[in-house]
């Protein structure tokens, strides 16, 4: 069993920045493969991005460049910095430990976090 919690969201200004930090229990969290996800109201759910534990990165191109997922093994979580905030970032952010290689799909995904809602203005 693994619990996660997000913090980090907030109100931030187009242009501007956030760091989102999932924290995770267990001892094994060095072996996890995480990912992030973000559901804006009405829509599906949709991948941003995920990290091996080896620590090589994937991204969604809608926020390639802008996005940057990183671990810290010794805190047992894991980060996103986003920077260059759209209004169409705005959406629930959730962490998720994946359970298999197909990274963008939410089936591949076992625990999930609470969801940390990010708000950017026009």
């Known amino acids: 069993q693994v619990q996660l919690v997000e913090s980090g969201g907030g109100l931030v200004q187009a242009g501007g920045s956030l760091r989102l930090s999932c924290a995770a229990s267990?001892?094994?969290?060095?072996?996890?493969?995480m990912g992030w996800f973000r559901q804006a109201p009405g829509k599906e759910r949709e991948f941003v991005a995920a990290?091996?534990?080896?620590?090589?990165?994937y991204y969604a191109d809608s926020v390639k460049g802008r996005f940057t997922i990183s671990r810290d093994n010794a805190k047992n979580t894991v980060y996103l910095q986003m920077n260059s905030l759209k209004p169409e970032d705005t959406a629930v952010y959730y962490c998720a430990t994946a359970g298999g290689s197909n990274w963008p799909s939410v089936t591949n995904y076992d625990y999930w976090g609470q969801g940390t809602q990010v708000t950017v203005s026009s």
């Open positions: 990290i091996r534990w080896s620590g090589i990165t």
């Open positions: 267990g001892r094994t969290f060095s072996s996890y493969d």
